[in-house]
């Protein structure tokens, strides 16, 4: 299903509760330069809604500090949603969320398994530190974007008015490729 929904307005800056200039409101973060392509869907849906955002190589593993640093510093850099992505044993989203309270949305990756082991490694959170977790690899980067701008719409009339507009247009899409499969199925009763 397409998810740009006609909106063409990336870079514009929005009401969200910060100042009107480029600051980015959603992070997008990758495990690896590995997980970019995957990921560049999540940044494309969000320029599509005119949502800035920044994206970061960050591995919970490799550069631990670099993470926390990340994470720690992202409120008062007024980000207000982060979007992590990561396979194998995907921790990044978690540990993110570790350190701080702003809303993490993990995207569990194929690297190996399907990407169940990712897909585990993100969504069993214990108790007291959530993460949400959407589906794995290109479906879960699109939707994380689409959930991180619902998170944004509560305080942005125009954005939940976007948000309303690209719902519509995906079910016009629907309702288009069921005439289109109509036209092109046999006729009832077979055509024997
Ligand atoms: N990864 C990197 N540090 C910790 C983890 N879990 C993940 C990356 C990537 C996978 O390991 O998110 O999906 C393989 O990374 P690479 O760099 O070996 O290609």
Redesign the pocket.
Known sequence: MPVRAGFTSAGRALSLGMDKSTRPAVAVL??????QEVMSEATKVLGSFGVPSETHVI????SPERCRRFAAGAARRGVKVIIA????????AGVVASHTTLPVIGVP?D?GLGGLD?LL?TAQMPAGVPVACVAVGRAGAVNAALLAVEMLALGDAGLARRLAAYRRKMAAEVAKRSRALSRTAAPRGGGR
């Open positions: 990758m495990g690896s330069d590995s997980d591995s919970a593993h490799r992505g990561a396979g194998k044993a995907a921790h990044l990756l690297a990712a490694s």
